[in-house]
T-cell receptor, first 114, second 114 residues
């Protein structure tokens, strides 16, 4: 079956612009996660949804970051007033069940802020 | 102390040898443990999950978990050049603010040379 998909795959933004990153989880997966990965590092947790409920947003680095999953399927990660330090790969993962089940990652969106 | 620690490597092994990758974690009550493989420029791919003490084998891969020592390892038998990648250890917390999110190590770079 289809895996997790993300769009766009690459995004270049000027500092101060707003961006929106989309994640389509595996069909039927209850849990959805966003991670941020800097070059040479492991992914860092940003936020977690169970269906449409955002149960943990403790990893969001500032109030410029906002995520939603209004119908319990597709999710959008929005970054307002982007800064150079926001440049990273943003990974989405989904899981069939509630934690601590296996998480499957999408291809990621590489964000470059100039 | 980092929550999940791995030797960054690089670890270099000859083709056909056993590659041994190690990981320690600090949260004593962690419940589930995962190994991901990440090729350069790609997203993490789940290769093993382990939930209870002991060994778990899947093809050429064996995961080993020792909760008393807070240690998890991955053995790759008959290593192939195609196994050359970064291997990420990930731990899922047991509850509270840790529940749901995966905490990753920084990854170990493995190179298998012909």
């Amino acid at each position: 079956g289809a895996g997790v998909s993300q769009s766009p795959r690459y995004k270049v933004a000027k500092r101060g612009q707003d961006v929106a990153l989309r994640c389509d989880p595996i069909s039927g997966h209850v849990s959805l996660f966003w991670y941020q990965q800097a070059l040479g590092q492991g992914p860092e947790f940003l936020t977690y949804f169970q269906n449409e409920a955002q149960l943990d947003k403790s990893g969001l680095p500032s109030d410029r970051f906002f995520a939603e999953r209004p119908e319990g399927s597709v999710s959008t990660l929005k970054i307002q007033r982007t800064q150079q330090e926001d440049s990273a790969v943003y990974l989405c993962a989904s899981s069939l069940v509630r934690p601590p089940g296996e998480q499957f990652f999408g291809p990621g969106t590489r964000l470059t802020v100039l | 102390q980092k929550e999940v620690e791995q030797n960054s490597g690089p670890l270099s092994v000859p083709e056909g040898a056993i590659a041994s990758l190690n990981c320690t974690y600090s949260d004593r009550v962690s419940q589930s443990f995962f190994w991901y493989r990440q090729y350069s420029g790609k997203s993490p791919e789940l290769i093993m999950s382990i939930y209870s003490n002991g060994d778990k084998e899947d093809g050429r891969f064996t995961a080993q978990l020792n909760k008393a020592s807070q240690y998890v390892s991955l053995l790759i038998r008959d290593s192939q050049p195609s196994d050359s990648a970064t291997y990420l250890c990930a731990v899922n917390g047991a509850g509270g603010t840790s529940y749901g999110k995966l905490t990753f190590g920084q990854g170990t770079i493995l190179t298998v040379h012909p």
